[in-house]
């Protein structure tokens, strides 16, 4: 399987593209089922619901969905990419060797997910909330849209945002240990204090001190008006 490397973390990736043995599939898979070597592109459905299905080796491509449910599925070496997902709801579902590309979740639970080996390449997370998600290996965010994201009771120990969109993005309570946000404007966000042990530039601690005195609503003497 191909790998990508970001700085000290290599991510595994699935290598679907030219794959003869996938089958094309016309609808969803069915809750408590297992479906291998697939391809199920280019739909465009009111609701997407699965429900501890068992997702291995498959391609979900230009998928469209008003509200999205995922909930207790297992996702192994699969690539979903060019898809919008509405109103994502992404419970208790772990996922390793998946590429994630070019995507719309924006406004997406993600709750209580086990990530190892994934990347989220070029994707709009715009208002999405991550609550207790815990990279279990190597987690890539590459040039994604993170605004008003908020992270909430997660591990993103080792984790990589690379060239990120962090505006007002909220690190609250959680571990954030060599958390890598080198190349992502940091000025705006909240939650400084809870960065602890975090990767930076040097050129990114000026950042820093913004967003902390924004969070501090400090007010500068000379900005007081002088009275005589």
Do not use: W
């Not at 240990?177 to 705006?188: A, F, M, V, Y």
């Amino acid at each position: 399987m191909p790998t990508r490397r970001y700085g000290r973390t290599t991510v595994t990736l699935p290598d679907l593209a030219d794959d003869p043995y996938l089958g094309v599939i016309s609808s969803p898979p069915r809750p408590g089922s297992t479906v291998t070597e697939f391809r199920y592109t280019d739909q465009d459905l009111r609701d997407l619901d699965l429900t501890e299905a068992d997702l291995r080796n498959g391609i979900l491509h230009n998928v469209t969905a008003r509200r999205t449910t995922i909930e207790n599925v297992r996702f192994s070496s699969v690539q979903i990419t060019t898809g919008d997902l509405g109103s994502l709801q992404l419970t208790g579902t772990k996922a390793s060797r998946t590429l994630i590309r070019d995507c719309r979740l924006m406004g997406a639970a993600i709750t209580g997910t086990v990530l190892d080996s994934v990347l989220f390449e070029n994707c709009r997370l715009d208002y999405a909330t991550f609550d207790q998600v815990r990279a279990s290996g190597p987690l890539v965010f590459d040039r994604c849209v993170l605004t008003e994201a908020t992270f909430t009771g997660c591990d993103l120990t080792g984790v990589v945002m690379r060239d990120c969109t962090l505006r007002a993005t909220a690190f609250e309570a959680g571990s954030y240990k060599n958390l890598d946000l080198s190349g992502s404007d940091l000025s705006t966000v909240r939650g400084v204090g809870n960065l602890r042990e975090a990767v930076i530039s040097r050129t990114q601690q000026y950042q820093l001190t913004d967003a902390l005195l924004a969070e501090l609503n400090v007010t500068f003497s000379e900005d007081l008006p002088q009275h005589h």
